[in-house]
């Protein structure tokens, strides 16, 4: 076992090295020579401790001074994370790397040999630095990524996807952006930082450009060596992903909306568990907490703007139940008690202390906060959420990321007309409520929830394409209103003959399905009827 896995990865990594040997010859001479390998310390491990070591020690920095550095369109970036991003990087890239510590790489350490030496020629300025390492941040993350391209599609791509072309562009176009910072950032402090003014517009943001142009070249490739086609559905959520909200340095909202029964909170849980998988395996610093809004009677804390602030701030008290609860919210606590003469403060804290605790706490730890369904909120009090998450966000001496669903209710799409968002339309998400429909019709078929008779094959088939046929027509792009259609038919549909009728009969809009549901509740018996409106 141990030398058939040894013959099939030494020629990948053989097929690795050469390419990014082939890309540094694509360069021109001045650049060149400005990437060459330390021959005495070019194995791929110690040349990633060092990154390792430099990141951590420039992250200390960051931290102790709070740097930050406003970009030429006003964002405010925090430099911290960009350090602890390249570690989360660079430790993916080890994890793996320790399997083959007895190989040499050679050329296929060289983007990291350069990434390492603009490390240590960074200077320590916090506008000059956080332009540099915003750019290392985003090309040690391709690095780590076209090394998983190299093992997953190196023996599988054919001459016709151009990958191999492609990843050769791309290996050229990242060593050109470093040759060009190195070249760049080896000038003496003065002239380094007249350069850090005009450098946004010119070669490091140039050359970063072009990076992502060829990425996305590699992209295009892999998706034709997979042979499918990526539904539109699946694409809204990778929009999640985007680094102007997710991978950015900078704090930010953004604003997912769409018509009810959409899959706006489908979308959203997707978020939420994506967000906290990405805490617990990447070990990184960022705390993540998140609310479901819900106009409920029977909740009416879940519509409670302080509440929902409130939640989130007891969500980050403490790491986990085990941990100890934060300073912060120790330091106010003990003030309460005092101020009520050593008892157990009664009053909750309003959504101002909140916020001020919240900032507190975040002047250690970065912050993502996902809010489902804002829409459900007060409408009277909702926009005070929405102004203490904006507060958070100016004055958080971290990264913060929000991300909230909604419908366009006029009030919220005024607080956010200028956030990055995602708008769901019914054609987006067309192909994936046709797939919905007939799963789930054809389910209700087969436990004979629909039709509660013995059908013939061919019946049984018909009636099944009748109703699809009439849910994928009439949904409009809710998925809501096929789930309650489907109950509808459970319900009224006991032989074949009922079909036509109460395929008829059913509503055309969620408002009128959900008051046929409120009927219901409305025909039951008194301790039913309670549970229900309860639940």
Known sequence: MASSCSTSTIPQRTVAEKRWHQAWESLKKEDKDEIKLDHTRTGYLDILQDIHNLATEKKEVCIQKAWKYKKNNGTTIIVRDLFEKI??????????????????????????????????????????????IEGLEQISKLIAQCKVLEDLYSQSAGDDTGFDGALLELYAAILTFESHAIQIYRKSTASRLISAIILPSNKLQDGLKMVWVKHQRVTDCTRLIDAQYIRQFEDILRQFEHPIWKDSSASSILWLNGIAGCGKSVLTSAVIESLCQESSSMGTAAL??????????????????????????????????????????????????????????QERLSLDETTEVLLKILQVDPFCVVIDALDECDPSERYSVIESLKTIIDESANVVKVFISSRRDNDIVSQFEESPCISIQPSHISKDIEDYVRKEVSEAMEKKRIVKGKLLPEEKKKIEQQITHVLIDGSQGMFRWVTLQIQQLCKQVRVKGDIDSVLRKLPKSLEASYYLVYQDIMDMEEPSQKAAIRT
């Open 288 to 345: 993540v907490a998140y609310f479901y809004c819900s106009r409920n009677t029977a909740e009416p804390e879940r519509a409670n703007p302080e509440e929902v602030l409130r939640s989130i701030l007891e969500q980050i008290s403490s790491n986990t139940a085990e941990l100890p609860i934060r300073k912060p919210v120790v330091e106010v606590y003990k003030n309460l008690k005092k101020e009520n003469r050593g008892l157990s403060p």
């Open 87 to 132: 570690l989360v990087w660079v430790n993916k890239v080890k994890d793996v790397g320790d399997v083959i510590v007895s190989y040499n790489p050679g050329h296929a350490a060289l983007p990291w040999a350069a990434v390492r030496l603009l490390l240590t020629i960074a200077v320590e300025d916090s506008q000059s630095l956080g332009i540099l």
